[in-house]
């Protein structure tokens, strides 16, 4: 054992209080190092560029630039449609993308595509878990890679890893939907953005378990809030993610009238169809594409099927228009409850939309009618006790209260829907409509479909979809639960026209108990099983799995009030073939299944039956669900051991019409130094896709705030190591101090003592 003076023990002490500053100065450097490789800083920049701010002042993150090639198929009564997103990194450093993206709510998405130059990686569907396992492998060994998961039915989110600096990766997805139709008019709607939710706080709760301890318990209405909050560039920074757009039209009859709703279009007409491309090229992805094409008069189609021969079985698409009598000349007493959002995400164009559909609606009103308003944001309000008469003083009293709306605050939508679904005078005598006007931006859309499955009651319900992105998987499961209809305004221009479609639905009996009677012999599997309430100009979309080569006669039988109806049909194995009804078949299995497993509340509820048969359907069928993705791998490895890879989030734009502030609250302006890639530079991206129909996303423009849910890690761990030194610098003192003294009283007694440490 080394023994120690007293003049070497101060010599020690020096050398250890130095020991905490050589601690701390080497954490610093490292975490710097690690900074340096992940951040920039926008004086270091020498191109335009997407910067994102990073959590060190003055650093920012050069995010992937993302571009968007659609190219859409429509035959007859269903569409193809091919997504390509190209990822370019500009930067320096290797990068992981994420971006979060809308895809129609019965999109059966089906093929994944990752093209790296001449490479192309076929995309495998596996279980939900079991995918991302294999990503984060292949990620963390420096393999590109892939992974489309839904986070709802009408969103996706895109992980793309390991995108070397300079280099370009195209991930291409498709996709199989049906087209819809309203009275005579056809039309197909392509969302372009997701618009940001209001996702509710988690709820702390008493709880008491069967042992009767008590206990408390965290209730969150939105449990992977974290994956449905991408950042939104701020408008004033200039719109990011350019779009370019195809659609080919095959109607199957000769077209009058085709119009694009929102967005500038060429159009070449054919003998039954047409061409359609963009007028600018490409668009900023800030609104939903929507294209409506109506038949020639004496050529409307009143029903259609559509046959597919997969694995051993037949699947046809079956698409029929009800007979309709006239309108009727009295319409029944009904009590119509309106519901108006104002919340943050209503301000600019949608609040006056809204207000202005809600006072066409009381205009509709008869005397014989009752009605009340409710309107919400972070709070509610019901404008009368009770529902009451739809007489002219009231009525003006409720213009008033609508006029005086103005949009701010959160959306806390479920108290709103509750009071409205609240049916204390269950008048019997009169039909319950709950029309409710709202974009529907909300991630615990779960919460508010178990409220109408407990509270809807007789009540039906029509949510009416405002402004320029609404959330339209919430809009059309809200009408099939609560037995209504789903109505969408994209601009005011086209108010009047909707609002009067809803009327008819509103003033006319739905057709009930509709009923498939197949013919004998035949088992089919049809969905959406039971089939639903239709109203006034609505057809019937069935899809079902038959035994192969099965023909006879299909009856489908209604009432519409007192009286009954019945259309018969031919099932031919020589029906025109259409490819993609098999995964329509699967699709609606699957939201029928999880609509059912919604349903199906109480203790008695089994939800892993539901779950494991939603899976199996998504395996069989190669598609995208809740409970299963898509992932591509490249084997080869790509980042070199030891380059550090950074993840970014793709940020979005705002939705058209929307005001930032409103939603996000008041922000300071983007650092003047910032920079952004420019719209040529974004085109170059688009034309310099490898193949036709690839889709590729936008540049992305400066000053967006990554998310900051999380600790900054290195910072915390920095400063953690400083205390811990400090501590000891501090402990060592304390103990050499009380050695010296213990030294010097041994010293008085014996001058040649020496003690050893």
Same mark, same amino acid.
């Given at each position: 054992m080394?023994?120690?003076t007293?003049n070497s023990d101060?010599q020690?002490?020096?050398?250890?209080?130095l020991?905490?500053?050589i601690?701390?100065c080497?954490v610093?450097?490292?975490?710097?190092?690690r900074?340096d490789?992940?951040?920039v800083?926008?004086?270091d920049?020498q191109?335009?560029?997407?910067?994102?701010k990073?959590?060190?002042?003055?650093?920012y993150i050069?995010?992937?630039?993302?571009?968007?090639?659609?190219?859409?198929?429509?035959?007859?009564?269903t569409?193809?449609t091919?997504?390509t997103q190209r990822?370019?990194?500009p930067?320096?450093?290797?990068?992981?993308?994420?971006y979060?993206?809308p895809?129609?709510? =019965?999109?059966?998405?089906?093929?994944?595509?990752?093209?790296i130059?001449?490479k192309v990686i076929?995309?495998e569907?596996?279980?939900?878990?079991?995918a991302?396992?294999?990503y984060e492998?292949?990620?963390d060994a420096g393999?590109r890679?892939?992974l489309?998961?839904?986070e709802?039915?009408?969103l996706f989110?895109?992980?793309?890893?390991?995108i070397?600096?300079?280099?370009?990766?195209?991930?291409?997805?498709?996709?199989?939907?049906t087209i819809?139709q309203?009275n005579?008019t056809?039309?197909?709607?392509?969302?372009?953005?997701?618009?940001?939710r209001y996702?509710?706080?988690?709820?702390?709760?008493?709880t008491v378990?069967?042992?009767?301890?008590?206990?408390w318990?965290?209730?969150d209405?939105?449990?992977?809030?974290?994956?449905?909050e991408?950042?939104?560039?701020h408008?004033d920074? #200039?719109?990011?993610?350019p779009?370019?757009?195809t659609l080919?039209? =095959?109607?199957?009859f000769?077209?009058d009238?085709?119009v694009?709703h929102?967005?500038d279009v060429?159009?070449?007409r #054919?003998?039954?169809?047409?061409?359609?491309?963009?007028?600018?090229?490409?668009?900023?992805?800030d609104?939903?594409f929507?294209?409506?094409?109506t038949?020639?008069e004496g050529?409307?189609?009143?029903?259609a099927?559509?046959?597919e021969?997969?694995k051993?079985?037949d699947?046809?698409l079956?698409?029929v228009?009800?007979?309709?009598g006239?309108?009727?000349d009295?319409a029944p007493a009904?009590?119509?409850?309106?519901?108006?959002?104002n919340?943050?995400?209503?301000?600019?164009?949608?609040?006056?939309?809204?207000?202005?559909s809600?006072?066409k609606?009381?205009?509709?009103?008869?005397?014989?009618?009752?009605?009340n308003?409710?309107?919400?944001?972070?709070?509610?309000?019901v404008?009368f006790d009770?529902s009451?008469?739809?007489?002219?003083?009231?009525?003006?009293?409720?213009?008033?209260?609508?006029?005086?709306?103005?949009a701010? #605050?959160g959306?806390?939508?479920l108290?709103?829907?509750?009071a409205?679904?609240h049916?204390p005078l269950?008048d019997?005598?009169?039909?319950r409509?709950?029309?409710?006007?709202?974009?529907?931006a909300?991630?615990?859309?779960?919460?508010l479909?178990?409220?109408i499955?407990?509270?809807?009651?007789r009540?039906?319900?029509?949510p009416?979809?405002?402004g320029s992105?609404p959330?339209?998987y919430?809009?059309?499961?809200?009408a099939?639960?609560?037995?209504?209809?789903f109505?969408h305004?994209g601009?005011?221009?086209?108010?009047?026209?909707?609002m009067?479609?809803?009327f008819?639905?509103?003033?006319?009996?739905?057709m009930t108990?509709l009923?498939?009677v197949?013919p004998d012999?035949?088992?089919?599997?049809?969905w959406?099983?039971p089939?639903?309430?239709l109203?006034r100009?609505?057809?019937?979309?069935?899809s079902?799995k038959?035994a192969?080569?099965?023909?006879g006669?299909l009856?489908?039988?209604g009432?519409?009030?007192?009286?009954v109806?019945?259309?018969?049909?031919?099932?031919?194995k020589?029906?025109?073939?259409?490819?993609?009804?098999?995964?329509?078949?699967?699709r609606?299995k699957?939201?029928?299944?999880e609509?059912?497993?919604?349903?199906?509340?109480?203790?008695?509820?089994d939800?892993d039956?539901?779950?494991?048969e939603i899976?199996?359907?998504a395996?069989a069928?190669?598609?995208v669900?809740?409970l299963?993705?898509?992932?591509?791998?490249d084997k080869?490895?790509?980042?070199?051991?030891g380059?550090?890879?950074t993840?970014t989030d793709?940020p979005?734009?705002?939705?058209? #019409?929307?005001?930032?502030?409103k939603v996000?609250?008041?922000q300071e302006?983007?650092p003047?130094?910032m920079?952004r890639?420019?719209?040529g530079?974004?085109r170059?991206?688009l034309?310099?896709?490898?193949?036709?129909?690839?889709?590729?996303?936008?540049?992305?423009?400066?000053?967006i705030?990554?998310p900051?849910?999380a600790?900054?890690?290195p910072a915390l761990?920095a400063?953690?190591?400083?205390?811990?030194?400090?501590a000891?610098?501090?402990?060592?003192a304390w103990?050499v101090w009380?050695?010296?003294?213990?030294?010097?009283?041994?010293?008085a007694?014996?001058p040649?003592f020496?003690?050893r440490?």
């Amino acid at each position: 054992m080394a023994a120690f003076t007293l003049n070497s023990d101060r010599q020690f002490v020096r050398l250890f209080s130095l020991l905490p500053l050589i601690l701390v100065c080497l954490v610093l450097s490292i975490v710097g190092a690690r900074a340096d490789i992940s951040y920039v800083s926008p004086n270091d920049m020498q191109r335009g560029a997407l910067l994102l701010k990073g959590k060190e002042p003055g650093k920012y993150i050069e995010a992937p630039m993302l571009a968007t090639d659609v190219d859409i198929q429509v035959t007859g009564p269903t569409g193809r449609t091919r997504v390509t997103q190209r990822f370019e990194n500009p930067g320096d450093g290797w990068v992981e993308g994420v971006y979060v993206f809308p895809l129609p709510e =019965d999109a059966a998405v089906d093929t994944l595509k990752m093209i790296i130059g001449d490479k192309v990686i076929e995309g495998e569907i596996k279980p939900k878990v079991e995918a991302r396992r294999i990503y984060e492998e292949a990620r963390d060994a420096g393999q590109r890679a892939s992974l489309v998961e839904q986070e709802r039915p009408n969103l996706f989110t895109n992980s793309v890893a390991n995108i070397g600096p300079g280099e370009t990766v195209v991930i291409q997805i498709e996709y199989q939907e049906t087209i819809r139709q309203s009275n005579n008019t056809f039309s197909l709607r392509f969302p372009m953005v997701v618009a940001p939710r209001y996702n509710p706080q988690p709820t702390v709760v008493h709880t008491v378990d069967i042992d009767r301890r008590n206990g408390w318990g965290v209730i969150d209405p939105v449990p992977d809030r974290d994956r449905i909050e991408p950042p939104v560039q701020h408008p004033d920074d #200039g719109p990011t993610n350019p779009l370019t757009l195809t659609l080919s039209l =095959d109607a199957g009859f000769p077209i009058d009238r085709i119009v694009s709703h929102h967005h500038d279009v060429r159009i070449e007409r #054919g003998d039954r169809g047409a061409t359609l491309t963009l007028k600018e090229g490409d668009v900023p992805a800030d609104r939903d594409f929507e294209l409506t094409w109506t038949p020639e008069e004496g050529s409307e189609p009143t029903a259609a099927l559509f046959r597919e021969t997969w694995k051993g079985d037949d699947y046809v698409l079956l698409m029929v228009t009800p007979p309709y009598g006239e309108e009727l000349d009295a319409a029944p007493a009904r009590e119509v409850i309106f519901v108006i959002d104002n919340s943050g995400s209503m301000a600019g164009e949608s609040m006056p939309q809204a207000k202005e559909s809600l006072l066409k609606a009381l205009d509709r009103l008869k005397p014989t009618d009752t009605f009340n308003v409710v309107r919400f944001d972070d709070t509610h309000e019901v404008l009368f006790d009770t529902s009451i008469r739809a007489d002219r003083e009231n009525l003006n009293v409720a213009r008033r209260f609508v006029r005086s709306l103005e949009a701010d #605050g959160g959306t806390e939508m479920l108290p709103a829907l509750q009071a409205a679904l609240h049916d204390p005078l269950n008048d019997t005598t009169r039909l319950r409509q709950v029309i409710f006007l709202t974009d529907g931006a909300i991630g615990n859309e779960q919460q508010l479909f178990q409220a109408i499955v407990d509270k809807a009651g007789r009540s039906r319900l029509f949510p009416v979809g405002i402004g320029s992105a609404p959330n339209s998987y919430f809009m059309t499961r809200a009408a099939e639960m609560g037995r209504g209809a789903f109505t969408h305004i994209g601009s005011e221009a086209q108010i009047a026209d909707r609002m009067k479609e809803l009327f008819l639905k509103l003033e006319n009996p739905a057709m009930t108990d509709l009923r498939l009677v197949w013919p004998d012999g035949v088992e089919a599997e049809a969905w959406p099983t039971p089939l639903p309430d239709l109203y006034r100009g609505e057809p019937i979309v069935l899809s079902a799995k038959l035994a192969e080569d099965t023909e006879g006669t299909l009856r489908l039988t209604g009432k519409t009030g007192d009286d009954v109806w019945a259309i018969d049909m031919e099932i031919s194995k020589d029906a025109p073939n259409r490819s993609g009804v098999s995964q329509l078949w699967a699709r609606r299995k699957i939201a029928s299944l999880e609509a059912a497993r919604t349903m199906a509340s109480g203790g008695g509820a089994d939800w892993d039956a539901f779950d494991k048969e939603i899976t199996q359907v998504a395996m069989a069928h190669h598609l995208v669900s809740r409970l299963t993705s898509l992932v591509a791998v490249d084997k080869t490895p790509a980042r070199p051991a030891g380059e550090e890879l950074t993840s970014t989030d793709v940020p979005l734009n705002l939705p058209a #019409g929307w005001e930032f502030d409103k939603v996000f609250g008041e922000q300071e302006a983007a650092p003047p130094l910032m920079q952004r890639a420019n719209a040529g530079a974004m085109r170059s991206m688009l034309a310099a896709a490898p193949a036709p129909m690839m889709m590729a996303d936008a540049s992305n423009t400066q000053g967006i705030a990554l998310p900051q849910t999380a600790s900054n890690a290195p910072a915390l761990i920095a400063q953690g190591i400083a205390m811990l030194a400090l501590a000891l610098s501090l402990l060592l003192a304390w103990f050499v101090w009380m050695k010296r003294g213990q030294t010097r009283s041994l010293l008085a007694r014996d001058p040649s003592f020496k003690w050893r440490w």
